[in-house]
């Protein structure tokens, strides 16, 4: 029976696959067909621009020059930050911007699985060499969880820990304040706003840790996240978002 229904399933796939084409999530074209099949439609992959060098080794800023070597951004030598790398997906603009606020905001969370898939490719071999024994979404406050009925980082953790094989550790670190929306606040004030936001619910011992969100701005939530898990026993902390915002 087992070897009947590994035969049957391929080509059951392949009739669904002809009588219902597989769709583009974002924009609802028909996909590509076959083994090495997309998670979007060529056009919403031509559309998400990658960060690319030079940017800032360290937090990801992407500098504006197109030429040039990657170098530590101004805040990052005025006070290096607890994370050890920030990988980003693309620059949080045109299709990945869109993308990322209808999963944030519009409650679109079959989002979670593409977009995260194409960041899980894209830092296999750095992740590896990281050697993580965890990946931490960073959390949302039990208000706001209630408002919105789901936290995106967690979504995109799991699809990551799926696909590159480390448990996801989703009630480690909590947010004991509903702080005001960080993208509402001037730069200088957004570590002040996160100051004591998080609690690490029980003591890490040496564990290596990939902290995700969904968008890195100025980086304060990810360092103060990072702060907080180093205090509290982590090894090292790395970063991974799906979008990295270009410089103001």
């Avoid at 084409?21 to 924009?27: F, N, R, T, V, Y």
């Avoid at 060098?53 to 020059?65: F, G, K, Q």
């Avoid at 296999?124 to 959390?139: A, C």
Wanted: net charge positive.
């Amino acid at each position: 029976m087992p070897l009947l229904r590994s035969r049957l399933l391929p080509q059951l796939q392949a009739l669904l696959d002809l009588l219902l084409p597989p769709a583009c999530p974002l924009c609802g074209a028909n996909l590509p067909q076959g083994p090495d099949q997309p998670p979007l439609c060529p056009a919403c992959l031509a559309g998400i621009r990658p960060l690319e060098s030079p940017c800032c080794p360290r937090c990801a800023l992407p500098y504006p020059a197109e030429e040039g070597t990657d170098h530590l951004c101004e805040p990052c030598l005025r006070r290096p930050p607890p994370f050890a790398w920030v990988a980003a997906l693309g620059l949080y603009m045109g299709t990945l911007q869109s993308a990322v606020q209808r999963l944030k905001f519009s409650g679109a969370i079959g989002l979670d699985r593409p977009l995260a898939s194409l960041l899980a490719d894209r830092f296999t071999d750095q992740v590896r060499e990281f050697e993580p024994d965890l990946l931490l979404p960073v959390p949302l406050h039990r208000d706001r969880l209630r408002r919105r009925s789901y936290n995106q980082s967690l979504l995109i953790a799991r699809v990551l820990g799926r696909r590159w094989g480390v448990p996801v550790a989703c009630r480690s670190l909590v947010r004991t304040r509903d702080t005001p929306p960080q993208q509402a606040l001037k730069a200088d004030i957004r570590q002040r706003n996160l100051q004591g936001a998080f609690r690490l619910l029980g003591p890490l011992a040496g564990e290596r840790v990939i902290l995700v969100d969904d968008v890195m701005t100025t980086g304060a939530t990810a360092r103060e996240c990072s702060r907080v898990l180093l205090t509290g026993g982590a090894s090292a902390v790395a970063v991974t978002v799906l979008a990295r915002t270009p410089r103001p």
